[in-house]
């Protein structure tokens, strides 16, 4: 099977294109890493790459992230992550490619009860990245509904890994940790995550490949199974590095306190759960050079 991943040098990306050519698949992909060419916001350039490598399925990654840093420009959260996908959905529709993957974001639940599940409604963003990615939803819905497209849309809950991003809380906690820097620590330290590990995410990511959706059109949470307090974090931070500075500010209004997913549905279709323990991990990442 040829598969098309855009963002395919990012820290996602990365991983599922290693992870894809180990069992066997034809991977190629389009960056704005590897090209400035290579730009989702430009309709001919991907219209370009589509034609030449020809895929089955396209693995839509390719984005701006960053809930704060969606703050200080918006409008441009909104081209790549809005009209980007609508470029990559309309050249998918044209030339015919199987089923389009999306990635979403747990963002677009707003500040909802937790665990999210995916049949909530999902009409109270708090911040231009969220709705940036609403919007991509919409999107997807249009093109599955009227052009019939099939599109699975699967929202990650903050991802973490081996060479993750150096602003997620992870990276920023190592960081300071290793550098002897001082940690900003956002509220009380009460606020949750169902932190997800950058191969869990992608072994459901893979399990989707094989997944039809009904009506051409299915939304997952592809989230962790732990719920994890940011103490709890800081915990396991501290038990490898003692002398960990912190410093506690007010969480800012456009942080969602708890976010951890139902992953009911993954399970039940496609018989996704993550397997990699958090603590582990943590652990593994403190120690890494």
């Known amino acids: 099977m040829k598969v098309f991943i855009t963002g395919y ?17 034809e991977v190629s992909g389009m960056d704005i890493q590897s090209s400035k ?30 809930v704060r840093k969606s703050l200080e420009e918006p409008d441009e959260y909104f081209k790549v992550n809005i009209t980007g996908t609508y470029n990559v959905l309309l050249v998918a529709q044209k030339w015919g490619i199987k089923k389009v993957l999306i990635a979403s974001s747990s963002s677009v639940y707003g500040n909802q009860k937790s ?5 909530m409604i999902c009409d109270n963003q708090i911040s231009p990245y969220a709705l940036s990615k609403k919007g991509t939803e919409l999107v997807c819905k249009y093109f599955s509904n009227v052009c019939k497209l099939p599109v699975i849309v699967f929202r990650p809950f903050t991802v973490y890994g081996e060479n993750g991003r150096p602003d997620m809380v992870i990276g920023k906690i190592i960081d300071c940790a290793k550098n002897n820097k001082e940690f900003i620590k956002y509220g009380n330290g009460n606020s949750a995550r169902g932190y997800t590990h950058v191969d869990d995410l992608t072994d459901g990511i893979i399990k989707l490949l094989d997944y039809q959706p009904d009506n051409n059109f299915k939304v997952f949470n592809l989230g962790g ?55 582990e991990e943590i652990i593994k990442l403190c120690q890494m050079n």
């Open 225 to 279: 199974n732990e719920v994890i307090k940011l103490n709890d974090l800081i915990d396991i931070v501290k038990s490898q590095f003692p002398d960990l500075k912190i410093k506690e500010i007010p969480m800012p209004e456009v942080d969602v306190k708890y976010s951890y997913a139902n992953i009911n549905k993954a399970f039940n279709l496609v018989g996704w759960k993550p397997k990699r323990i958090f603590k």
């Open 9 to 25: 040098k990012g820290f996602i990306g990365s991983h599922l294109t290693s992870k894809l050519k180990n069992l066997g698949y």
């Open 37 to 66: 060419a290579e730009n989702i916001t430009y309709l001919p350039s991907v219209e370009f790459c589509i034609k030449k490598y020809k895929p089955d399925i396209i693995i839509h990654l390719a984005a701006l992230a960053g």
């Open 115 to 119: 665990p999210l599940r995916e049949d």
